[in-house]
């Protein structure tokens, strides 16, 4: 393959897969999947500016600008992803915690 044929890398990830939602940092330009950095098609709607950890971390007056008329249903989804992730948590937890048990039973 010929650099110009060479596929484009994006996202933490660094694939090249783009049949996935992706959404671009306005700073950087580096195109991320949503579901790489925890930001669904239907958030990303209500979102001005997006910009990536990596250029938030090198200069913290960005900050990710939402269309102002939609903060409350971004909140309300934020709120929904986190409590959907504690559920998640807890349940590998007891997983976890049932398949020690089985463990100790067997020794």
């Known amino acids: 393959m010929s650099e110009d044929e060479e596929e484009q890398i994006y996202c933490i990830c660094r694939s090249s897969d783009v049949s996935r939602f992706m959404i671009g940092c306005d700073h950087c330009e580096e195109w991320y999947h949503g579901d790489c950095i925890n930001v669904t098609a239907r958030e990303s709607k209500y979102i001005k500016k997006f910009y990536c950890k990596e250029c938030t971390h090198k200069n913290a007056d960005l900050k990710i600008v939402y269309k102002s008329k ?4 971004v909140l309300k ?30 020794r």
Request: aromatic share 2%; proline share 0%; glycine share 0%.
């Open 77 to 106: 989804l934020q709120e929904e992803n986190e409590s959907k992730e504690k559920k998640e948590k807890k349940k590998e937890k007891k997983k976890h915690k049932e398949k020690d048990k089985e463990r100790s039973r067997s």
């Open 70 to 73: 939609y903060m409350d249903k």
